[in-house]
């Protein structure tokens, strides 16, 4: 019998890094002034799913603040009053939660992504208080398989000290997202206000080399866990298909992200994808899919903890929360 999860203001102090806070204040000032807006109340962690042979659990890292005119560089403010409006949503701000999804099978135990740590925004990087109370030490996690290496997926991978959290676990990098954040001249062609995205997952990627391991769409990366290529947020964005029989559970990371916009304008390009055009198609194909075989989905941003399905309303399609 597990306790209730606890609710926590997600408004923590922040004892992020000078230089991290600083490259954030003068790149990107608006998103570090629309971190300040985020606070919001949500349990650290969501009561499991049970699977034939092993469980799933979504764990909060809080939430992050964005503006919407980052989110949305190509729409009208008219267009984005008509569309967030009617759901009583801010057409200037948007707060979306991080949902962290750890999976159990067998004497194995992976977490799909790690959060932000204290180096990106101060109301994010709360993972590791939620594994703690509920039981889940750090050097548990025996594999930590990651979508793609923004900030709020990849920088809580290291500590204060700048050592890999995951002691003991093998960290599972699609090969086409390495290859990207890797490569010489990925810094010098990034925009300046992104600079730091790239600083930080270079200085990631090197501390936990030793522990990597390359994968591929197609690959069986955990048992019954098979990669997705949902390129077009980054160049190497994946995504894994939890197989449970003949149910499955979608871990989409950031292919579809937010539960108005990308479901009923799907094709709206998002100023947080790197490649826009590809990232609405990749989230055009992946929701008719997601409506005809009506998988569960884990979504990395959409309301906490995330788990829904798509149905299609329409042309569009609309996100159905699993309460
Ligand atoms: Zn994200």
Known sequence: MRSVPKARQGSRSSNASSLSRRTLLTGAGALAAGAMAGFGIRPLWANPISLSDGEVQVFSDGNLGLPMNF??????????????????????????????????????????????????????????????????????????????????????????????????????????????????????????????FVVGAQSRFEAISDQVEMINPGQEVFPGVEALDTSGHTPGHTSYMIHDGSESLLVLGDAISNAVISFERPEWHSGSDQDREKGAQTRKSLLDRLANDQSRIIGYHLPNPGIGRAERDGTAYRFVAES
């Open 71 to 196: 989110i949305l560089p190509e729409q009208t403010e008219a267009e984005i009053a008509a569309l967030m409006e009617p759901h009583g949503l801010s057409t200037t701000m948007l707060t979306p939660d991080c949902n962290v999804t750890l999976l159990r099978r067998g004497d194995r135990i992976a977490l799909f992504d790690v959060g932000s740590g204290s180096n990106f925004q101060p109301t994010a990087g709360e993972l590791l208080s939620g594994l703690e109370e509920a039981g889940v030490d750090p050097s548990d996690i025996t594999d930590v398989i990651f979508t793609h290496a923004h900030p709020d997926h990849l920088w809580g991978v290291l500590d204060e000290f700048d050592d890999p959290v995951f002691s003991e676990a093998r960290y599972l990098v699609p090969q086409a997202e390495w290859d990207y954040w890797m490569a010489d001249d990925t810094l010098a062609n990034m925009p300046e206000e992104r600079k730091s």
